[in-house]
């Protein structure tokens, strides 16, 4: 990417960025979503973003998906579609759009791209990473096999483009336990985090073998410190995501995908609710939950807090950074995300 300051300048001569309550205060709308947690003056900053970003989106035809982990000031005042990774991907199925921005990491967007390969899609920040995307290749899927012959490979969606091609099928937190479940032979790999894999094997029938990748945002969470929470307030409620390490999951109340904690927290609305996941979570759920207290503390995933209103504005005002994934890996890569978005709809009907 250019330069911060070349690309502030750039942007500077385009849109009138100047920070303004009086433009905020007209956007009162989108406000009202993020207020308990955004400062006014904050958002005195980020309201000519939004409106440059959103008028610029209709301008290129694009459409802006975005993860559960994006900040409030993405979540409620750009994104056309926010939701987990299984959401995401099903609603990459569905765009119209010519263009696609995807807010959240590198994977994701790779998903978007191998299921439209002929549409444009941008990622604000070609370094939004992962963690478990980083742990494994296509020659770790290859060493699995060699390991376990004939055991299918179920690959997390955060792997690259050439992982899903090497694997037999993909599975999200959200359907991990049911693709796995719905695997011919006894024995399943599953790749790359060893914790969602514990975490599934601990409820399923089959024999789980597994990659030892793990998220660095969730991996930080320890049992002991559930305990300590919980006992300094009983009426405190855990809920987990299944990345974290199946001690954390023992102590939780409730453990699920991103969608899966929003969803039990809007249905459940305890008194007090600690979100054992990326710090965003809380923040983008708050203003509609007013009557839950989130407790802290929380984890910050520094991948996807490298997508800010800027970059998004850059991404649309310059049509980059692209990805690109090779026609080849692409397709092989596109029938294991397909059979899972397959797998789970049927499941659920
Ligand atoms: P979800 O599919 O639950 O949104 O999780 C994606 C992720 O990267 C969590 O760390
Ligand atoms: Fe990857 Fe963990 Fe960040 Fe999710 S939270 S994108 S799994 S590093």
């Not at 032979?185 to 060893?194: A, F, G, L, W």
């Not at 002991?224 to 199946?246: F, N, Q, T, V």
Request: hydrophobic share 40%; glycine share 4%; charged share 25%.
């Amino acid at each position: 990417m250019t330069d911060m300051a070349a690309m502030q300048a750039e942007l500077a001569n385009h849109y009138d960025l100047t920070p303004s309550m009086a433009r905020a205060k007209e956007m009162g709308e989108i406000y009202g979503r993020m207020d308990r947690v955004v400062p006014e003056a904050d958002f005195a900053l980020h309201a000519p973003y939004i409106e440059a970003i959103n008028r610029l989106k209709r301008e290129r035809n694009a459409v802006i998906l975005a993860h559960n982990y994006m900040t409030p000031d993405i979540y409620h005042g750009v994104a056309d579609f926010v939701g987990d990774s299984l959401q995401l991907a099903i609603e990459a199925t569905r765009v119209e759009e010519d263009v696609i921005v995807q807010c959240g990491v590198h994977f994701m967007a790779e998903t978007s791209k191998i299921l439209n390969p002929d549409k444009t899609v941008l990622i604000p920040d070609m370094g939004a990473g992962c963690s478990l995307a980083e742990s494994i290749t296509a020659e770790g899927i290859e060493e699995m096999r060699a390991k376990y012959p004939g055991a299918p490979v179920v690959s997390y969606v955060n792997t690259t483009a050439e992982v899903k091609a090497a694997s037999d099928i993909c599975c999200t937190s959200s359907n991990a336990l049911s693709i796995v479940e719905s695997m011919e032979s006894d024995t399943v790999i599953m790749t790359p985090d060893q914790f969602l894999a514990q975490n599934v094997a601990a409820q399923s029938t089959k024999n789980v073998v597994y990659w030892p990748g793990s998220c660095i945002v969730h991996e930080l969470y320890t049992a002991d410190d559930m305990k300590s929470y919980r006992e300094g307030d009983p009426e405190l409620k855990i809920i987990a995501h299944p990345e974290c390490p199946p001690d954390v999951v023992a102590e939780a109340d409730f453990t699920g995908s991103t969608s899966g904690i929003i969803g039990w927290v809007r249905e459940n609305k305890p008194k007090k609710a600690m979100l054992v996941t990326e710090c965003s979570m809380a923040s983008n759920i708050s203003d509609s939950l007013p009557e839950v207290e989130f407790a802290k503390p929380c984890n910050m995933c520094p991948y996807m807090k490298k997508i800010t209103l800027e970059k998004i504005l850059w991404s649309l005002h310059t049509m980059s950074p692209e990805v690109h994934v090779d026609p080849q890996i692409a397709e092989r890569a596109r029938q294991s995300v397909q059979k899972m978005i397959d797998l789970s709809s049927s499941l659920k009907n």
